[in-house]
């Protein structure tokens, strides 16, 4: 029973009955435990690459400065 010429909808749904999965009887290993941090060396190591990012894009911009200018100098002149 749908709509005529149209879409009559999902078909209905019947719940599964309880008790349906099947017993697990095989308990997963816990997890490993992780080796320790060192929290200082990767501060260090994060520290250098901010220094780094920021020192390229220090570069890059001056160069994006020197090309504008020289860009607009041709234009004026």
């Known amino acids: ?3 005529p ?3 009559a909808g999902p078909p209905p749904t ?3 009955p309880p008790g349906w999965r099947p017993p697990v ?3 997963p290993t ?3 435990q992780l080796p320790p941090q060192d929290m200082a060396a990767m501060d260090q190591a994060d520290g ?3 220094r780094l990012t ?3 894009g220090a570069v890059v911009g001056v160069v994006l400065v020197l090309l504008t200018c020289l860009l607009c100098s041709r234009l004026l002149f």
């Open 1 to 3: 029973g749908g709509a």
């Open 5 to 7: 010429g149209g879409y």
């Open 14 to 16: 019947i719940p599964p």
């Open 25 to 27: 009887h095989v308990r």
């Open 30 to 32: 816990p997890p490993r």
């Open 48 to 50: 250098r690459a901010q």
């Open 54 to 56: 920021y020192g390229i």
